[in-house]
C-alpha cells in the first residue's frame, strides 16, 4: 500500500493542484504583453498548493489555520486574477467558469479547515488557552477581542466576528462594540 503525506489525503490539496493545471491553461494563451498577469496567476495558484502542504505538516491548529488562512487569500488572488483576465477578454467563458467554480470549492473546504476545532491550548494537554488580553486606543477586553473607535478596526480570533474583507467593521457595528466596551463588559478604557 502507498505511503501519503498528510497534504496528499487532503481532497482541497488535490482540488488545488487541478486549480494549478487551469492556471497554467489560462497562463498559456495569455497574448504577449500580459506577462505581469501570468506571473500572478502562477505565483497565487502555486502559493494556493504549497500553503496547504504547509499548514497540514504544522502541527498545532492554530499553525494549521494561519497556513489554511493564507491558501485562502492566494485563492481569492487567483480569482481576482481570473476576473482581469475576463474583464479585459483575454479568456473564454467556459475557462473562467471552470476556474473560478474550482476556486468557489477550494475558498469553501479552507474556510471549513480554518474553523477552530475546540478551544485547547494546542500543547496536547488537555488543558483550555487562558483568555488573551490586547490593547488598543480605546478597548481592553479578554479573550483576545479588542476594539479601537478611532479605527474602527477589531482583532479576533473569533471566526464569527462581524469582520468585513479588509479586517473592519460597519459603522454600526463598531459603534455598537464600543458602547457595550464603555458600558463597563470587562473592560478598562483610557
Known amino acids: 500500500?502507498?505511503?501519503?503525506?498528510?497534504?496528499?489525503?487532503?481532497?482541497?490539496?488535490?482540488?488545488?493542484?487541478?486549480?494549478?493545471?487551469t492556471a497554467s491553461d489560462i497562463v498559456e494563451n495569455l497574448p504577449k504583453g500580459r506577462a505581469y498577469l501570468a506571473d500572478q496567476l502562477n505565483r497565487s495558484s502555486t502559493s494556493i498548493v504549497l500553503n496547504i502542504a504547509e499548514g497540514a505538516g504544522e502541527f498545532s491548529p492554530a499553525d494549521k489555520a494561519r497556513f489554511y488562512r493564507i491558501a485562502r487569500r492566494s485563492a481569492t488572488e487567483s480569482a481576482a486574477?481570473?476576473?482581469?483576465?475576463?474583464?479585459?477578454?483575454?479568456?473564454?467563458?467556459t475557462t473562467y467558469t471552470r476556474g473560478r467554480d474550482q476556486l468557489l470549492r477550494i475558498v469553501s473546504m479552507l474556510v471549513?479547515?480554518?474553523?477552530?476545532?475546540g478551544r485547547g491550548t494546542g500543547k496536547g494537554t488537555g488543558t483550555e488557552a487562558p483568555p488573551r488580553t490586547v490593547q488598543t486606543g480605546c478597548g481592553r477586553t479578554p479573550g483576545g477581542a479588542s476594539v479601537d473607535s478611532r479605527e474602527s478596526r477589531v482583532e479576533s480570533d473569533d471566526p464569527d466576528s462581524r469582520l468585513n474583507s479588509s479586517g473592519l467593521l460597519s459603522t454600526l457595528d463598531c459603534e455598537l462594540s464600543t458602547q457595550r466596551l464603555?458600558?463597563?463588559d470587562n473592560l478598562l478604557c483610557s
Not at 490539496?13 to 486549480?19: A, C, G, N, T
Not at 486574477?81 to 467563458?93: A, G, M, P, T, V
Open 1 to 21: 500500500m502507498p505511503e501519503y503525506l498528510d497534504h496528499e489525503r487532503l481532497d482541497v490539496y488535490q482540488l488545488s493542484l487541478d486549480f494549478v493545471v
Open 81 to 93: 486574477s481570473l476576473d482581469i483576465c475576463r474583464k479585459l477578454k483575454l479568456l473564454d467563458e
Open 112 to 117: 471549513r479547515l480554518c474553523k477552530p476545532s
Open 182 to 184: 464603555r458600558r463597563g
